[in-house]
């Protein structure tokens, strides 16, 4: 438009550009990022057979992403004890060589509605979306 000499019709199309910018800041937990992507290991490791040592190692490392997902006040003490014990549940099935079933899915569901929370808190909005 500027190259066409039609100054006023650019300068309004940049204005209504700009006008419908929103900038939202959030801020994602590290720690319960981590939790996620241990118990995602952990679940990929049980599926491919005779992998449950590793699987332990990475449940052993989302239970400490969880504590400090909790010591930095990420997660409630209610919610953490309650995946704790999922992930001591998890624990003691992979070192029994025991079915896991869903309960990997059915934990990174519930930190994943955790993030949820996180998200309508940031934005006051439900679903975390802005206005």
């Known amino acids: 438009m500027v190259e066409d000499g039609k100054n006023d019709d650019a300068a309004r199309v940049l204005t209504i550009a700009l006008d419908t910018l929103l900038i939202v800041d959030r801020a994602i937990s590290i720690p319960l990022v981590e939790v996620t992507d241990q118990l995602r290991a952990a679940d990929d490791d049980v599926k491919k057979k005779k992998k449950n040592a590793e699987a332990g190692k990475e449940l ?3 239970s400490t992403a969880l504590q400090r997902a909790q010591a930095l006040g990420h997660v409630d003490d209610k919610a953490a004890k309650e995946f704790q014990k999922q992930i001591d549940d998890l624990d003691r099935k ?3 060589n025991e079915s896991t079933g869903s309960l990997f899915s059915r934990l990174r569901n519930s930190v994943s509605s955790v993030f949820k929370k996180q998200s309508e808190t940031s934005t006051g909005m439900p679903g975390g979306k802005a206005p």
């Open 94 to 96: 992979v070192k029994g």
């Open 60 to 62: 052993a490392a989302a």
